[in-house]
């Protein structure tokens, strides 16, 4: 096989690598959707595999049905897998579809990966002790990879459905002087953030079903919470908890978490503005200081070069 045909096989392979990835990461950034999630509320995890034979592709569905295999061989300990779990939910993406494709990410990339790299190394001829080093640290990154994806889209998720607390706390508020109960409050509050911060939505209507399918309110109250891990929903929920343990007026609670919400977001765009000054000392010194000396120090420096010039 000459140079030229394995290039060309090479780059096949880092295509398919490359669009493999990209299609499960897709997958697992677009997360569950309100259908998926209360189809795997009222069936359990039989009716979300069902779905995913039907929508998913068949790539897809064998990555999955892979990460499944592996998930339930016992060779994951229980607090691995309760991790890998808690990053998903954190997403939006429930269920054991999505613990499947994430295990199956994490397989398929370390073992494709360092093999990509050794046919690379092979093809430009590098040393045996750096090509073991790259092809070690392909399999590590490929393996990390999909976690590293998640995090991140975790992040995001997470600051979106934080940003919109303040706005569903207002409404919450106006639902609850109209005399609805908290689950009606909830999908109506859900219904009308759609569109503007979906995150959010699913988990106020994730939280609503809960409430109505679970004979413990407590309980699902605190999963609002925990299933984020955001202080301020976890304050939602203690609050909504205390007011119907103790029978307190639900708006007064409500607008008070409203009002100190509203404060703590205020004193923090004040600590913000407070670190601009520091934060626009370094830009200024690298980008005007050497501007003003070209301007006031330049014409002398001329001058000076041209009588030394002339002697």
Do not use: W
């Amino acid at each position: 096989m000459n140079p030229i045909q394995i290039l060309l096989l090479l780059g096949v392979m880092i295509v398919g690598v490359a669009a493999s990835f990209f299609v499960i990461m897709r997958e697992m950034a677009r997360g569950d959707n309100l259908g998926r999630r209360l189809t795997m509320i009222s069936t359990g995890e039989q009716a979300v595999m069902a779905e995913a034979k039907e929508e998913g592709a068949l790539f897809l569905r064998l990555v999955t049905r892979l990460g499944m295999m592996v998930a339930r061989s016992g060779l994951l300990s229980r607090k691995t897998i309760g991790e890998m779990t808690a990053t998903l939910e954190g997403i939006g993406f429930r269920g054991g579809r999505g613990l499947g494709l994430f295990v199956g990410a994490k397989l398929l990339l370390f073992f494709v990966t360092p093999l990509v790299v050794f046919l690379l190394v092979r093809a430009i001829h590098v040393r045996p002790v750096f090509g073991y080093l790259f092809i070690i640290a392909s399999a590590v990154i490929g393996m990390l990879a999909p976690e590293f994806f998640a995090r991140r889209v975790r992040k995001k998720y997470l600051a979106k459905v934080e940003s919109g607390v303040a706005d569903a706390l207002d409404m919450l508020v106006i639902c609850a002087d109209a005399g609805l109960a908290l689950e009606s409050a909830l999908v109506r509050v859900a219904g009308e953030l759609r569109g503007m911060n979906a995150p959010l939505a699913d988990e106020l209507t994730q939280t609503s079903r809960e409430l109505q399918m679970s004979a413990d309110m407590r309980t699902a109250l605190q999963n609002l919470g925990d299933r984020t891990g955001i202080e301020v929903l976890k304050r939602l929920a203690t609050t909504l908890i205390q007011s119907l343990q103790y029978g307190t007026p639900l708006t007064q609670a409500m607008r008070s978490l409203s009002a100190e919400m509203r404060q703590e977001a205020l004193i923090k765009f004040e600590e913000r503005a407070a670190k601009l000054p520091v934060l626009l000392t370094i830009p200024m010194i690298l980008f005007n200081l050497p501007c003003l000396f070209m301007i006031m120090a330049g014409p002398a420096i001329i001058n000076v070069l041209k009588t030394i010039h002339n002697m």
